[in-house]
């Protein structure tokens, strides 16, 4: 059992972490199905109030004096911070609403379906010209 609390360390703290690569950002997510309910959705309370602190810093501590135009390329960089901090709060909070909804079947509620796609969908990705052998 320790081995399977520390596989999940990493995703866990995935969902809160708020100035790393998409990519880690991805791969908590992909886990959030292995989470109980109620610590995904504290967990992505978290990531919320963190990206809104970070904004809120940015604000206080990194706005150049002066008119946005008078900021430059400076401008630009504390522009695109706010940016990402505010659109990352606001996306982190559609899937909250969601499992606060219901959403999913996850960790100690039931069986979970192993499809990834829809049913009448066929796997894009199981035959391509490249991918057969050449006789």
């Known amino acids: 059992m320790r081995s399977a609390v520390a596989a999940i360390r990493?995703?866990?703290?995935?969902?809160?972490?708020?100035?790393?690569?998409?990519d880690v950002l991805t791969a908590g997510v992909g886990f959030?199905?292995?989470?109980?309910?109620?610590e995904a959705i504290e967990l992505l309370g978290r990531r919320v109030a963190a990206?809104?602190?970070?904004?809120?810093?940015v604000a206080r501590e990194w706005k150049p004096p002066g008119a946005p135009e008078e900021w430059g390329h400076i401008g630009e960089v504390v522009r695109l911070w706010v940016?990402?901090?505010?659109?990352?709060?606001e996306r982190?909070?559609?899937?909250?609403?969601?499992l606060e909804?219901?959403?999913?079947?996850?960790?100690?509620e039931g069986e979970r379906s192993a499809e990834v796609l829809p049913e009448a969908m066929g796997n894009p990705y199981a035959e391509h010209p490249h991918d057969r052998s050449r006789g």
Not at 10 to 22: G, I, K, N, Y
Not at 32 to 38: N, T, V
Not at 83 to 89: D, E, I, M, P, T
Not at 101 to 108: E, K, T
């Open 10 to 22: 990493l995703p866990r703290w995935s969902l809160t972490a708020h100035d790393e690569r998409p």
């Open 51 to 57: 990206l809104e602190e970070w904004s809120a810093e």
């Open 101 to 108: 909804r219901g959403a999913y079947v996850i960790a100690g």
């Open 32 to 38: 959030i199905a292995d989470l109980p309910r109620r």
């Open 92 to 98: 982190t909070r559609d899937p909250i609403e969601r």
């Open 83 to 89: 940016h990402r901090a505010v659109g990352g709060a």
